[in-house]
């Protein structure tokens, strides 16, 4: 097939969903699309996704519209370019546009649904994992603490298995008949631990048990829309995997369920009967949503279902032949549901946060490999790997030479 021209600042590529996942010539056309740092081996991609040189361009290009215009521009011309971000970011998610809303990321998104729940009783009960993020953690406590609730914390099984991830949820909630509100993360920041999330919603449902997803890392990273969560109430990240500015993330809340997330305390009276109206996150910034329909349009002409087979591909080569080397660990599974990008590892009895900060240090110093240390799971604090679109298989496979010299 063409090679796509992801190059320039053009966003057209002719059939590029077609690519195959090991298809370098495609893959390398799509990763010079990418400015970065090439001097060292990034495989931390994890804490935000970088632009790609297009998206990176037009919101310059906005931010320079935006100075120049000034509150003309924000009185006059704000309105119109919000809603037409929100309609392709609706059909995008295969969501209503009264459905969602942009926020500045999926904490603040997360922050406000968490806050906002509004059917708690005393005696109650929410739960949390290990592998949530340890912000939606905190949210969590404090909901339960307002609300008069006990808070159950559950540790998520090593290995896991997708039945055994239903099985684990299902016997935590019999075994915790109080709980009503369930905080389930998609993909796990600390092991890119993928969870069957339509699965459990639909069994904590059955029960009476609300879910509010935290799909920050999943969107973009995995390919799906809305109804493959099922969930009522997710918050999601742009900034990512879908290649957004920073700072742009989605509340998204089912229609007929907007009453049960009380508005914010801050939110205009113009915005209460909207998904808008439970956050409430003052001037944003404007340049970075005027950009979210171009980071949507590269996304897709790369195409979501070939970025999650590139992403997991790259995974798959340096986890298959890694996986058996002596004491190492390899956290995530090869289940293909259970994973995408993102897979983390720590040496056999090195669970300490200062035994993975220095395997992290010693990749970077010795290797020239970029990764980030975890800490949080309650196995023990591990090391990140995150590959993304601009990396190729000889940046894994570095990372492979690497652990087998580690490993001895």
């Not at 709980?179 to 092991?191: A, G």
């Not at 897709?300 to 190492?328: C, I, M, Q």
């Not at 010795?366 to 679109?389: K, M």
Request: aromatic share 8%; hydrophobic share 45%.
């Amino acid at each position: 097939m063409a090679a796509p021209s992801f190059a320039g600042a053009a966003l057209a590529a002719p059939s590029p969903s077609s690519a195959g996942a090991d298809d370098e010539a495609y893959w390398r056309e799509v990763a010079r699309a990418y400015d970065v740092k090439t001097d060292i081996i990034n495989l931390e991609n994890g804490y935000w996704g970088v632009m790609a040189r297009p998206v990176a361009e037009r919101y310059l290009e906005n931010v320079k519209r935006v100075n120049h215009d000034n509150s003309f521009y924000a009185r006059r011309s704000w309105g119109d370019d919000y809603r037409s971000a929100i309609a392709q970011l609706a059909a995008a998610l295969g969501a209503r546009e009264d459905e969602i809303a942009i926020t500045r990321g999926a904490t603040e998104a997360l922050k406000g649904l968490i806050a906002g729940y509004n059917k708690l009783e005393a005696g109650q009960a929410v739960m949390v994992a290990d592998l949530d993020y340890p912000e939606m953690i905190a949210m969590m406590e404090w909901r339960a603490a307002k609300s008069g609730c006990e808070i159950v914390k559950i540790s998520i099984p090593e290995p896991s298995t997708h039945d055994g991830l239903i099985a684990f949820y299902k016997k935590a909630l019999i075994d915790n008949p109080s709980v009503k509100l369930l905080l389930l993360t998609h993909i796990s920041n600390r092991t890119g631990l993928a969870i069957p999330v339509k699965e459990i919603v639909a069994m904590a449902r059955a029960k009476g048990v609300d879910c509010i997803v935290d799909a920050a890392h999943s969107w973009g990273q995995m390919d799906f829309i809305a109804d493959d969560i099922g969930a009522d109430f997710v918050g999601y990240n742009l900034h990512k995997w879908i290649g957004a500015p920073i700072g742009a993330g989605m509340i998204y809340i089912r229609k007929g369920r907007l009453d049960d997330i009380s508005p914010d305390p801050g939110a205009p009276d113009y915005d209460q009967g909207r998904v808008a109206g439970r956050i409430h996150t003052g001037t944003v910034d404007f340049a970075a949503v005027l950009t979210l329909p171009d980071a949507l349009k590269f996304h897709n002409e790369v195409g979501p279902a070939a970025k999650a087979a590139r992403f997991s591909y790259l995974r798959d080569l340096w986890v298959k032949e890694t996986r058996g080397l002596p004491g190492l660990q390899i956290l995530t599974p090869d289940d293909p549901r259970l994973h995408a990008a993102i897979t983390s590892i720590r040496m056999e009895g090195k669970t300490t946060p200062e035994d993975n900060i220095a395997l992290s240090k010693r990749l970077f110093e010795e290797f020239n490999i970029f990764t980030v240390h975890r800490v949080g799971v309650a196995a023990g604090a591990c090391v990140r790997v995150t590959p993304s679109l601009y990396n190729s298989p000889d940046d894994v496979m570095a990372l492979v030479k690497a652990l087998r010299v580690i490993c001895g």
